[in-house]
């Protein structure tokens, strides 16, 4: 199993603040993939990214993956009540499986 | 809409049941997966399938079992169920397309069983 290690492992900010998360990995992964997961529910593709060096950006949300394919940040702008809950990166790679890190939980509050 | 549904949200069971967690999808997907979520530990798989009747260990398999008689429906069995397995537990299917840089292996998951062995 490939380790992704992200930080930092919890987060409370209040609404309208900026915050950062990492995820990062000594493995080159061929793509990586960003999970939300609400309080009470499964985790949820927010997106994928593939190129060395790739920005994507998701309303206020933006994700870019590192120029080695190690290791990938998401950025939150203004951040929302609504924004709360286990932010998770996924290494892919061939096979079936996912790489998951253990997560970053953000709070938010008003 | 991807739908993967697991039969129950929470359970609460005996040490030394069998326990039997039931997961069902129906967008036709060749691959499913079971983990346990605990806190600090994060997503640890325990078992996947990539087709009908083929099963592969994950990284956590002790302790458990998996059937896979029908494309749509996973379980999982618990042959002896212990304290130390209480936990969220999580189910998702996945099709794998492209190859390479290309390939696309999006995972779907259902709400999750909360399970508590007392």
């Known amino acids: 199993t490939q380790l992704l290690e992200q930080s930092p492992q919890f987060l409370s900010i209040q609404e309208g603040e900026n915050l950062t998360v990492y995820c990062n990995s000594s493995?080159?992964?061929?793509?990586l993939q960003w999970y939300r997961q609400e309080p009470g529910e499964g985790p949820v593709l927010l997106v994928t990214?593939?190129?060395?060096?790739e920005v994507k950006k998701l309303k206020r949300l933006t994700f870019q993956f590192g120029d080695a394919r190690k290791d990938s940040s998401l950025h939150i702008t203004a951040a929302q009540p609504g924004d709360t809950g286990l932010y998770l990166c996924a290494g892919v790679n061939s096979g079936y499986a996912l790489n998951f890190g253990k997560g970053t939980s953000l709070l938010v509050t008003p | 809409d991807v739908k993967v549904t697991q039969s129950s949200r929470y359970l609460v069971k005996r040490t030394g049941e069998k326990v039997f967690l039931e997961c069902v999808q129906d967008?036709?997907?060749?691959?499913m997966f079971w983990y346990r979520q605990d806190p600090g530990l994060g997503l640890r798989l325990i078992y996947f399938?990539?087709?009908?009747?083929?099963?592969e260990k994950g990284d956590i398999p002790e302790g458990y079992s998996v059937s896979r008689e029908k494309k749509e429906r996973f379980s999982l069995i618990l042959e002896s169920a212990s304290t130390n397995q209480t936990s969220m537990y999580l189910c998702?299917?996945?099709?794998?397309?492209?190859?390479?840089?290309?390939?696309?292996?999006?995972?779907?998951f259902g709400a999750g069983t909360r399970l508590s062995v007392l």
């Open positions: 493995s080159v992964f061929s793509s």
């Open positions: 967008m036709d997907h060749e691959n």
């Open positions: 399938s990539y087709d009908v009747k083929m099963k």
């Open positions: 990214v593939v190129t060395g060096g």
């Open positions: 998702a299917s996945s099709l794998l397309t492209g190859s390479g840089a290309l390939a696309k292996n999006i995972q779907y």
